[in-house]
Structure formats: structure tokens, C-alpha cells
């Protein structure tokens, strides 16, 4: 009988009308909260929370590989790049976007970045040494992030979980070209070679703390989960990833460097070794390698386009259609 109710209401979305449907039943019959739709304070404050989060995250993420496309190796490379850059900024718009159907303001979410006041992934204050570390974040930190995103592909709350299914597969297409230029390297010279795992050996740890503190130290997991907003746990989402992720880089030629990484037979999973999560708290906090340098450089670039945003709404304001009852 929910499912009835949610499949309705899905339909209904679908033609532009949906009856009512109380949030707690909805949530019981898989439906999707839609933004006219009643839901609790908290809710709205937690979608708005990890959206914001989520958007700046992939803003900031330009930065580290943005750094590379002037010297990567060949136009082609040169041009893959470019391209997955844009599509993170265009993963960007969708979640403002997404963000603002819940009553928020982009304009005052960028404010809050700015000023310290939300936050973006932890990956992103790590820096690009070598051109090696844009194979590693292609294979690594998008394919954690493909892992983390596809089940936000079934949040309960439809606008974030429709974007999700865009960005998923244009996740699942940066993953592979990450792993692509991985392999070229590890079957290259030895210096190659070198350049590929010295890349992995930083980014391993890093990767594995995208998915946030172990679950008992998750203030947020238990609400969110009970919302349908997070459909599993953070370690239940490291552990997938981790399972993963071993077989690639065997195939890879590759070592990840975790001496502890070895199948259990029992469990049915990789166990992996102790993650230093101090570290993954003093990113947070601001002081990671590159913390400093991806804000400034964030504030610099909204600045420097104010003159953009101003030009864009003259020219919406000049071609505004007049209201009804305007003379
Ligand atoms: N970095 O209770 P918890 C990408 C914070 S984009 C920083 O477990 P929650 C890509 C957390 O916010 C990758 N902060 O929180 C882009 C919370 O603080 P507040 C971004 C972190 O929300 C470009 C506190 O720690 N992906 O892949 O239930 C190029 C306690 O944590 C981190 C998303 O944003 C972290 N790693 O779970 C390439 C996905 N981890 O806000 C690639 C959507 C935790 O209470 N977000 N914190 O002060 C999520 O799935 C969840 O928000 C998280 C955290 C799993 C990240």
C-alpha cells in the first residue's frame, strides 16, 4: 500500500502534479520528498548541510587538476582534462541548484565557504605534485566518489537524488580516465613507474577519509540514515570501496601501502589497517597542506568575476518580461 502511495506520487511528480503525501509516509514507501512537500526543520537544514558541502566540493576539487592542464602531457590528455574540469563545475551548478529548491540562497552558501563557515571534502587540501597525481585522483578520489554518490542516487529527497544521476555517470567516466593514465604509466619506464606509486602511496589514505569519520564517531549518520538521505554507513561505504579497489590495482601492477590489506575468507571482505583519523580532524579544521591556498584562491576567482555576475543580471533585468499588470 506505501508503495502504492510513493509510486503515485512518483508518476505524479513526473506530470507535474503530486497529490500531497505525508513525509513519514513517503519515507516508509520509498517516495521522494519533493520541495513543496512538508518536512522537518531538521531535514531541510541536514539536505542543505551535505548539499552545500557536496556543490563546494566539487568547485574546489577543480583546483588540484585545474593545476595540470597546462602541462599535461599531450593534447589529448590535455583536452580529457579540460573536460572532466568543466564537468565538475557543472556538477556544481546542479547541486546549487539543488541546494536552492530547499529555500537557500546560493549567493549566501558561497558566503558561508568563504568565510569558513561550511565546508568542502578533505581531499581536496592535498596538493598535485606530479602529473601522476591526476591519474591517481581520477582512479582513487572519483572512484570513491562514485561509490559514495550512487546510493545518493536513491535519496529521499528528489532534486538531490535526480542530480546525483548525472553526475554518477560522468563520475564513472572520470574513474576510467584516471585509471587510464594510471596504467600507461605503470607499464612505462621505471621512472614512470615510480611516479605512478609514489601518486598512489599519497592518495590512498587521503581517499580512504572521504568517506568520513568511522560510524561510531559519525554524529550525523544515525538521522541521516533514518532520513534516507544516507543510504549506508561511512565504514560500510569504505569497506566497499576498499573491496573494490584491491583487484584494480593488482591489475594496475600497482601496491597500495597497506601492509595489512589481505581477503578474509570469513568476513568476504578485504581487512585493511588502521586509518590515522587525527589527520582527517585537522583537515577539517583547516590545517591541511593546501587548506590556505584552495580558499584563497576560491575567494580571488569570485571576486575577480563579480563583473561577470554583475553584466548577467543587467542583461536579465534589460530582457525581463514585464508582469502581468505592469504597465
Ligand atoms: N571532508 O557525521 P558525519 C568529489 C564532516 S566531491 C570534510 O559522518 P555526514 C569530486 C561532516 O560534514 C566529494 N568534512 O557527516 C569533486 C560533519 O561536519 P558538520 C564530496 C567531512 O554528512 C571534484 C562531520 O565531519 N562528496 O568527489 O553524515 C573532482 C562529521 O561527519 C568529511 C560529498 O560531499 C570529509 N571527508 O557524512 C573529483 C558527498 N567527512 O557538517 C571528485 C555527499 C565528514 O556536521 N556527502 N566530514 O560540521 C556525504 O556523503 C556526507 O556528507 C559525508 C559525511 C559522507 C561526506
Not at 28 to 41: K, L, S, T, W
Not at 51 to 77: D, F, K, T, V
Not at 105 to 131: C, E, M, V
Request: hydrophobic share 40%.
Amino acid at each position: 500500500m506505501l508503495h502504492d502511495v510513493a509510486r503515485d506520487a512518483d508518476i505524479c511528480h513526473i506530470l507535474g502534479y503530486r497529490r500531497p503525501v505525508a513525509f513519514d509516509d513517503l519515507l516508509a514507501g520509498d517516495g521522494r520528498v519533493e520541495p513543496r512537500d512538508e518536512m522537518p526543520e531538521g531535514y531541510r537544514r541536514t539536505l542543505v548541510r551535505q548539499i552545500a558541502q557536496h556543490a563546494h566540493s566539487e568547485i574546489i576539487g577543480m583546483q588540484p587538476e585545474g593545476n595540470w592542464i597546462s602541462r599535461a602531457p599531450s593534447l589529448r590528455r590535455k583536452a580529457i582534462l579540460m573536460a572532466k574540469v568543466q564537468d565538475e563545475a557543472g556538477h556544481g551548478l546542479y547541486l546549487y541548484a539543488a541546494a536552492e529548491t530547499l529555500g537557500v540562497d546560493r549567493a549566501d552558501l558561497l558566503d558561508q565557504l568563504h568565510t569558513g563557515r561550511q565546508k568542502y571534502s578533505s581531499i581536496f587540501n592535498y596538493p598535485t605534485l606530479t602529473w601522476a597525481d591526476v591519474g591517481a585522483i581520477g582512479w582513487l578520489v572519483d572512484g570513491a566518489a562514485i561509490v559514495n554518490q550512487v546510493p545518493l542516487c536513491r535519496c529521499s529527497y528528489g532534486p538531490y537524488a535526480r542530480a546525483m544521476v548525472r553526475i554518477c555517470k560522468e563520475e564513472s567516466f572520470h574513474q576510467r580516465q584516471g585509471f587510464e593514465i594510471l596504467h600507461t604509466l605503470s607499464h612505462g619506464s621505471p621512472a614512470q613507474q615510480r611516479m605512478a606509486q609514489d601518486a598512489v602511496d599519497r592518495y590512498w589514505w587521503p581517499a580512504l577519509m572521504m568517506f568520513g569519520p568511522p560510524d561510531d564517531d559519525s554524529p550525523n549518520s544515525a538521522q541521516s540514515m533514518a532520513w534516507g538521505i544516507k543510504r549506508f554507513s561511512n565504514d560500510d561505504l569504505r569497506q566497499r570501496f576498499v573491496d573494490m579497489t584491491v583487484p584494480q590495482a593488482q591489475a594496475l601492477g600497482l601496491t597500495l601501502p597497506d601492509p595489512q590489506i589481505a581477503w578474509n575468507e570469513d568476513r568476504g571482505h578485504y581487512d585493511f589497517g588502521p586509518i590515522d583519523f587525527t589527520e582527517l580532524a585537522e583537515v577539517i579544521k583547516g590545517n591541511g597542506p593546501c587548506n590556505q591556498q584552495r580558499l584563497a584562491h576560491k575567494v580571488q576567482a569570485h571576486e575577480d568575476g563579480a563583473w561577470v555576475r554583475e553584466a548577467a543580471s543587467a542583461y536579465a533585468a534589460k530582457h525581463a518580461r514585464p508582469t502581468e499588470g505592469a504597465a
